[in-house]
């Protein structure tokens, strides 16, 4: 029984420290190229750890939607980002480090609005 309350705690501990060792990496992007994309905002989504962006990107039947990720909102709003600066329905122009596996998507490294403002 004496064993049971030595352990218990230290599971119990472990259990609640596990989702702070769970950040992912951005191994799965190529920061050594840049691509261009201009899509209409559908999702935007600024907070820590990082940001999750959703494009509607295409013309006409071959539009569809794609999901990007970024900074943190501490360095976004650092490099110029406000929160009403960006809404669902603008068009924006961002560079992204792509996918390693070609796939759709990237890591957002600069963020063009319509009227010209960049972060």
């Known amino acids: 029984m004496k064993a ?10 472990l259990a609640v420290a596990m989702p702070a060792l769970a950040h992912h990496s951005a191994a799965q992007y190529d920061f050594e190229k840049n691509v261009t994309v ?11 750890p ?3 962006l959703l494009l509607e990107v295409g013309e006409g039947k071959a ?3 794609v999901a990007f990720e970024g900074h943190s909102a501490n360095n976004l709003f650092r490099q110029g980002w406000r929160r009403d600066l960006v809404k669902e ?11 390693h596996d070609g796939g759709d998507g990237g890591y957002v490294k600069s963020v063009k ?4 403002h960049t972060f």
């Open 38 to 48: 201009t899509g209409t905002v559908k999702h935007l989504r600024v907070a820590n």
């Open 50 to 52: 990082h940001m999750d």
């Open 89 to 99: 329905g603008d068009t924006l122009t961002i560079v992204v480090a792509p996918r």
């Open 63 to 65: 539009r569809h939607d």
């Open 113 to 116: 609005t319509a009227d010209g």
């Open 4 to 13: 049971c309350y030595r352990v218990l705690p230290c599971v119990l501990l």
